[in-house]
């Protein structure tokens, strides 16, 4: 397959009693570094509010539900916070750079993996500040 892969990873929620969504994106970013793809075509969006919550017991760790290792470490943290919206996630899978944050850089022959995990009602996708309708 000609071109890159590349990667937008997408916990769109935020706060302790959604903690599977962060460590869902910091589970598939291990799982896709393991497959050689290189940090420059991988973003990551998620809230960034879990390792270091008072109520984790692994202090500054995220850990998968699938072997109980920390799925945290190395994972890059492009949008956090209050970035993590819909505006910033169009930007980052179009290419728009005005955001000044890491954004998907494809080219024609370029192949582009989007995994978005959180919250929403059916016709909408449920961002930390904000809800978006989605089209069918």
Known sequence: MPGKKWILLVASSKDWEDYQHQANVCCFYQIIKQH???DEQIVVMMYDDIAYNHQNPDDGGIIS??????????????????????????????GDDSTEKKVIKSG???????????????????????SVSIKS
Not at 65 to 89: Q, R, S
Request: no cysteine; net charge negative; hydrophobic share 35%.
């Open 65 to 94: 539900v699938i072997d109980e290792a920390n799925v945290y470490l190395g994972v890059p943290k492009d949008y956090t916070g209050k970035d993590v919206t819909p505006e910033n996630f169009l930007a980052a899978l179009q």
């Open 108 to 130: 024609a022959n370029d192949n582009i993996y989007v995994y978005m995990t959180g919250v929403g009602n059916e016709g909408t996708f449920e961002f930390p500040e904000k």
């Open 36 to 38: 050689g793809i290189p």
